[in-house]
């Protein structure tokens, strides 16, 4: 991409309900930005996938669309939408439980719970046999990661991130979590609500028939029950998620199909109406949102959408409150989200991922997690753990890493990385310990820099922290040292990929993930529009 050149998001233009339509709903108005930085030509382009393969949805946005071409639009987008309503899914799930457990089959490839009347046309296909009650609990272990798939990478919490984050949502006095994008949290949190249940079924019906049960109990599990159900609430939760596969799984009640890039409910408008219920039913118990997009571009996008979520909630709200957030993404990301949300913080916790080699946590010299949480709760409340070597600091007031030390002169604990930082006198800033202040350049940057040229940041995202091999995306980087560089392609065109099984097929037109071939935002605009902003 040449400098200078890029792509611009342009919200709140009045596209809003003038924006065509593409299988991920309404599409967002972008705005090519030549190497002087003018504004050339406007046109939309697919919200969700930013690979043409995915959806090659593109429309200048004064075109003329004959009607001939709108219909058979419309007609592609409806085929591209899941093969079952969310009811039927409920429907199918339920008959799928009451089957005896032989019966319990689920393809693989298709990731579908297979009735016996669909085994038929699945007969050649992998399939998982036995499906045990108790693993329909954690879809998300059961259902495979969109991973291999270049484009959909879904990167799962590791069980400790899992934890950590479900034991503070509970210890800040959360009842309520508007899961977004974060399925395997959803899980955790309907397990501990099956736990509670199933407790209350075990020992406490109030027809005395689990009387018995409550006698036998001996005196600390009915103190830990006692303490559990102080602290541990029952804790209602819901998930917002593109992939439609866990529809097989949730209630209406309990998952909506949504695109958080346009804040776009899919299907009936029964989804909708399920979130803006759960949004503002039971008035008192508080409730956050989490979320963790994928990653690369398009924050502000993300920010309008939450936004919109926030203000759904408000609606139900007598105080001026903000509506709390966790906001889950990489810390090279945090002037950008502090720009679209001025009363968050970064928080120095490291967000570890299952399946994502890069993102692992950094004892025993493995590369640490760029991942943070960025949140408008006081940072003070949000106790890290000691024992993986969080500490709090009393002046910034906040939970830092071990590492992470307080600068005299910045005032402040610098590092952002969790990696010991240093002050540089003349930058006036602390910087990573591997960099030095360049005559040259008159900055600090890496050793192995070439003077004057241009600041040696990352090409996929646009920050001056890491190289582009080192981005936390490691499918753009594939994607970009394997196949065409992004300055060869016009408008995103991609060089189309031919799609080996169904389930792919099916997972790639409905899910996103992190990836992201191309920037559409690139440092440089986004610098210009700060400063015109300013
Ligand atoms: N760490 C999380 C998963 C994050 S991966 C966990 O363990 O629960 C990103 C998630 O966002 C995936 O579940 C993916 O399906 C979802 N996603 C991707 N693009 C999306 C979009 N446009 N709208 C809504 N959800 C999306
Ligand atoms: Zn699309
Ligand atoms: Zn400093
Ligand atoms: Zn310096
Ligand atoms: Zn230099």
Not at 16 to 44: D, M, V, W
Not at 254 to 263: I, L, P, S, V
Not at 516 to 521: D, F, L, P, Q
Request: glycine fraction near 4%; charged fraction near 25%; proline fraction near 4%.
């Amino acid at each position: 991409m040449a400098a200078g050149a890029g792509i611009e998001l342009l919200l709140n233009q009045g596209a809003g309900s003038t924006a065509p339509l593409c299988p991920h709903g309404p599409t967002l108005l972008f705005a090519k930005i030549n190497r002087r930085e003018q504004e050339t030509r406007r046109f939309y382009a697919c919200s969700a996938c930013r690979d043409r393969k995915d959806c090659n949805f593109f429309q200048w946005e004064n075109e003329k669309v004959s009607v001939a071409r709108l219909l058979a639009r419309e007609e592609f987008n409806q085929s591209r939408q899941p093969p079952f309503t969310h009811k039927q899914y409920v429907e199918r799930y339920q008959y799928f439980v009451s089957l005896p457990q032989v019966k319990r089959i689920f393809c693989l490839d298709c990731q579908l719970l297979l009735l016996p009347e669909d085994w038929d046309k699945h007969t050649s296909h992998q399939q998982l046999g036995n499906v045990f009650l108790h693993q329909l609990k954690r879809p998300s272990k059961l259902l495979l990661p969109l991973e291999n798939k270049k484009t959909n990478a879904q990167y799962l919490f590791a069980d400790r991130t899992c934890q950590f984050l479900l034991d503070l949502i509970v210890s800040l006095g959360f009842g309520k979590v508007l899961c977004v994008g974060t399925p395997r949290l959803m899980a955790v949190g309907k397990k501990l609500f099956l736990d509670v249940t199933i407790f209350r079924l075990l020992y406490l019906l109030p027809d005395g028939s689990g009387e018995k049960c409550v006698a036998r109990m001996v005196l600390h599990e009915l103190i830990k029950l006692r303490q559990f159900e102080k602290k541990n609430p029952v804790m209602k939760s819901q998930l917002l998620d593109i992939d439609f596969r866990y529809s097989q799984f949730y209630s209406e009640e309990e998952f909506c199909h949504y695109n958080m890039f346009n804040h776009h409910f899919f299907g009936e408008k029964s989804a909708f109406e399920a979130f803006q219920t759960f949004m503002c039913q039971d008035n008192g118990v508080p409730i956050i949102m989490v979320t963790d997009p994928p990653f690369g571009g398009l924050v502000e996008a993300l920010a309008h959408s939450f936004k919109k979520i926030a203000a759904t909630w408000k609606t139900s709200q007598k105080e001026d409150d903000e509506l709390p957030i966790f906001w889950i993404f990489p810390y090279f990301f945090e002037p950008r989200i502090l720009q679209c949300f001025p009363t968050f913080s970064m928080l120095d916790y490291q967000v570890d991922y299952d399946n994502h080699a890069l993102y692992k946590h950094g004892n025993s010299g493995r590369k640490q997690s760029p991942v943070r949480i960025f949140t408008n709760l006081l940072p003070k409340t949000v106790i890290l753990p000691a024992e993986e070597g969080y500490r709090y600091c009393s002046l910034c007031q906040r939970y830092v890493s071990s590492a992470n030390r307080h600068c005299e002169i910045c005032q402040a604990c610098t590092s952002k990385d969790g990696k010991e930082w240093k002050h540089c006198h003349i930058c006036n800033k602390c910087v990573k310990l591997s960099w030095f202040h360049c005559e040259t350049c008159s900055h600090c940057v890496l050793r192995d820099h070439s003077c004057g040229g241009a600041r040696s940041g990352c090409f996929i995202c646009g920050s001056t922290d890491h190289k582009r091999r080192e981005c936390p995306d490691t499918l753009v980087q594939n994607k970009i040292t394997e196949k065409s560089r992004p300055h060869k392609r016009k408008h995103f065109k991609m060089n189309k990929k031919d799609v080996t099984t169904k389930s792919e097929q099916q997972a790639q037109a409905m899910s996103t993930g992190k990836k992201k071939t191309m920037k559409r935002i690139t440092a440089k605009s986004k610098r210009k529009k700060k400063r015109k902003s300013k």
